[in-house]
């Protein structure tokens, strides 16, 4: 694997305070202003949605990566994140990300494992590393019998 990627999306004005984020070979969707600005628009994500979100997703893809390679198993993972932006100083500013994962397992004796994983998966996520601001994980393993479990 390359020590170097680089990824390109690109934006197209269309009306008012909304655009169109596309990227080559990925489904294209709308963009707006937020609905809590002016001229914001409510439906439609914004890039302090995307910001948040793309805290999340990564937590999410480095725990996935380190399970499998941990051979931990799991019966679901899911998650919530809230971002946080405020008037500092310097202006607005998104000051924290708060991310609360939830990983369903069906062993009691790996729920101490799999907040470890969470933990390690906090500590290489390439996103968050690269934000300057502060993320933080509030995780929960839930254990589930077998009998219990969906699907």
Known sequence: MSDTHTYTTSVTYTEQRKGVLSSEGLAPFEIATPPQFPGGHEGIWSPEHLYVASAEICLMT????????????FVSYSSEAVGTLEKVEKGMLMTKIVIRPKVVITDEGKKERTLL???????????????????????????????????
């Open 117 to 151: 994983l969470l933990e390690k998966a906090e500590k290489y996520c390439l996103i968050s590393n690269s934000m300057k601001t502060e993320v933080t994980l509030e995780p929960i393993v839930e254990v589930r019998a077998e009998a219990d479990q969906v699907g």
């Open 62 to 73: 480095t725990f996935l990566s380190i399970a499998e390679k941990s051979r931990l198993e």
